[in-house]
């Protein structure tokens, strides 16, 4: 068994639970709040550009021309590509993209997130572990995407379709090649190289269920203390 089937056959427990928890359910069902969608959004904007310059991090740390153009395109689909699937939350909710986004900070667990992808890019030259703990990001969305679809769990009247749609499909190419990346390197790792890799899997496959999580719970910082209510 090759290495990135080992990975997501033990993150499977954790997708079942986010596909089941509230947000993706209140999706599946049509009935999310135009309040936990917005708030999404704001996090989400704000992530995807984070995301972008992450992989421009990893352009220094690669050989090959063919490395370097799929980096430099997936900065561009990070950065402009997926807002298609933003606009369709952005439609069902009935504001413009724009104006939504344009507020919004940095809550909590989107911080934690992004802040453990930072650190696997700088602290290692090896894009190994950057890799790992980036692939989740587009590997949750697309099972998320093809269950929903395959399972007939969302109907085809949910003005939210288009959104399991978009990402049963767009995360194929990219997850094809993160596979072969991440194949590639364990194989040249030792055991405890490679549980490092599996570590920053499991823990961003984590990540994302707690970032819908904090979505459907409209999270915020809480500073607690006087002058901090």
Known sequence: MDFSKTLKMEAQPIIDAIYNDSFIQSLLKGNASSSSIKHYLRADARYLNEFAKIYALLIPKVNTKEEIQYLTEQIQFASSGEVKAHHILSDYVGEDYNDIISTGEWYPTADHYIKHMYYNAYAFDNIAYTLSAMAPCPYVYQQIGKR????????EENPLKAWFDFYATEMDELMNHIDQWLNQYAEKFNQQ??????????????????????????EEWEFGGEGNE
């Open 193 to 218: 190289n490679q549980d490092i890799l599996k570590r920053n899997f499991l823990q961003s496959t984590v990540h994302e269920r707690n970032f819908f999580e904090m979505a459907f719970s409209k």
């Open 148 to 155: 929903a679809i395959i399972e007939g769990d969302v109907a």
